[in-house]
């Protein structure tokens, strides 16, 4: 009897001893699994905080009093301990905590996310944030509060101001540069790698801005023009140095002039994607030019001229003045008569001079002097069509 006793508690004995190793491998396993899921915990929050503060990122709850319930805060620990069990009321300026304790509350009673912005002013530091506010639910499905992301965007709003006023800086430059560019004979344009104009500032070669624009040198060009240009910008094209250069565009009724500036556009990593180029229309200088080598042509021809009638009057008056002295005289007296005559051609431009002031130049000494033998009238233009009369005078 006592050994079936004994061999039962044995039998009970062993079967306890495995239920309690069970129970310890599982209690084993659990702390292993709590250990692990700790681990994965404690990364995922670092990792969370290390996006926070990446960012600049502030997220806190707050119950339904819009206490500060809990705060992560990117600059640490203390600054968040600091809002804990306090309200927008006391920690921002009257003027914003108004509009965003509204805000708030609107969430609270609707239960629907809102996004608002509000200034915070801190001694020696003032901040902008974006704030997005979310409901959040208790065990009943409630609204027991709010979680909150607060984004500090000082910084980008400060660029975006930045931004805008070089943006409007910018405008007004290209602006006056527009003006500068409608009020002068310059052109700027520029054209891609198959020579199509993409910007013009100004009418060019006789055509509007819109009829050059998306069209190449081939299609706007005259033939006996358009080889030399082409030519021209290919080799800025392959070469990648600027160039200058004076075209000649044959329009057919008209030739334009252009002093034309071309230099490679370059993308940030130096790549040539085509060409920017400024034009200036120089016809009437060439015009101007040309006039003045005929003028040139025209005074030499002149000058030969007078040096013909010069050594013509020379020869006169030697042959009819007995002395040097004489001739001389006469000979000075004749160029200073011939001298007078041109002042006459000067004052019209070389294009004639009147006859009546020709005579009263060269004789004018003889008709106004006491019992002169010439006078001079002009006569009607029935006898001579308006030209004066030379008569003797009273002798």
């Known amino acids: 009897m006592n050994k079936v006793v004994n061999d039962m508690l044995d039998g009970n004995g062993t079967a306890h001893n495995e239920t309690v190793s069970e129970l310890q491998r599982g209690h084993r396993e659990l702390e292993a699994q709590v250990d692990e899921r700790t681990r994965e915990l404690t990364l995922l929050k670092a990792r ?47 003027r914003e905590h108004e509009a965003v304790i509204d805000a708030k509350r609107r969430v609270l009673a609707t239960g629907v996310a809102e996004d608002c912005e509000v200034t915070f002013v801190a001694p020696g530091r003032k901040a902008l944030f974006a704030l997005h506010i979310d409901p959040t639910y208790g065990p009943d499905k409630s609204i027991d509060g709010i979680m909150c992301a607060a984004v500090d965007i000082s910084r980008t709003r400060s660029l975006e ?26 052109t700027v344009f520029t054209q891609d790698r198959d020579l199509r104009y993409t910007s013009v500032s100004n009418t ?48 057919g009724s008209t030739v334009r002039w252009y002093d034309v500036h071309i230099e490679p556009m370059r993308d940030p990593a130096g790549a040539i994607l085509g060409l920017t180029c400024a034009a200036v229309d120089i016809t009437e200088r060439k015009e101007g030019e040309a006039h003045l080598r005929l003028l040139m042509r025209e005074l030499t021809h002149r000058s030969k001229n007078l040096l013909a009638v010069i050594q013509a009057m020379a020869r006169q008056t030697a042959r009819h003045s007995g002395t040097i002295e004489g001739v001389l005289e006469q000979f000075s007296a004749r160029l200073q008569a011939l001298a007078t005559s041109h002042d006459l051609l000067v004052q019209e431009s070389w294009y004639g001079a009147s006859l009546l002031e ?38």
């Open 48 to 94: 969370f905080e290390t996006a926070l503060r990446g960012a600049n990122v502030y997220v806190y709850s707050q119950d339904r009093d819009l206490r500060y319930s809990w705060v992560y805060s990117p600059r640490g620990e203390a600054a968040a301990a600091e809002l804990i069990g306090r309200t927008d009321s006391e920690i921002l300026g009257s």
């Open 204 to 251: 060019m070669f006789g055509l509007e801005v819109d009829e050059i624009l998306s069209r190449t040198d081939e299609d706007i060009l005259p033939a006996e023009s358009r080889a030399s240009v082409v030519t021209l910008k290919r080799e800025v094209l392959d070469q990648g140095q600027p160039t200058d250069s004076e075209i000649r565009i044959d329009l």
């Open 161 to 186: 101001t930045e931004q805008q006023r070089l943006s409007d800086e910018l405008a007004s430059t290209l602006q006056r540069f527009e003006t500068a560019l409608r009020g002068s004979n310059v």
């Open 358 to 395: 020709l005579v009263r130049t060269q004789l004018g000494h003889y008709l106004d002097r006491n019992g002169s033998q010439i006078a001079m009238a002009p006569v009607g233009p029935a006898e001579t069509g308006g030209r004066p009369e030379f008569r003797p005078g009273a002798a």
